[in-house]
């Protein structure tokens, strides 16, 4: 990782990185699946679907998603009353502006 973020002119902090092995992992008492969170979005590790095949999954933290729902109700107070057009103008910057 050290050697493609020094190409790219980039530095890695040995205090803030961290290596983590994210494959399934599984145990006598079942199976493991490591998770990463990073910028409100929790990253889960690989793991085999029903299907055999690998993936992995994404999916909003609840502090990111409380923050989203608080910016979806102050855009949209309810005595509000707006054509469809208007309320989708008003509500799009917060979704595109929203990792999750």
């Keep these: 990782m050290q050697q493609v973020m020094g190409r ?4 890695l902090s040995a205090e803030k990185t ?6 399934e992992q599984r145990t006598a008492n079942g199976r493991t699946i490591p998770e990463l969170e990073y910028l409100g979005v929790t990253i889960q590790g690989w793991f085999r679907k029903r ?9 909003c933290t609840s502090e ?3 923050a989203f729902r608080e910016a979806i109700k102050e855009t949209t107070p309810k ?5 469809l057009a ?8 917060v979704i595109l502006g929203t990792g999750c």
């Design 79 to 83: 005595p509000l009353t707006l054509s």
């Design 18 to 23: 961290k290596t983590l092995y994210l494959m």
């Design 8 to 11: 790219l002119k980039l530095d």
């Design 64 to 66: 990111a998603m409380q």
């Design 51 to 59: 299907d055999g095949t690998w993936s992995f999954g994404l999916k």
């Design 86 to 93: 208007a309320l989708v103008d008003r509500v799009n910057p």
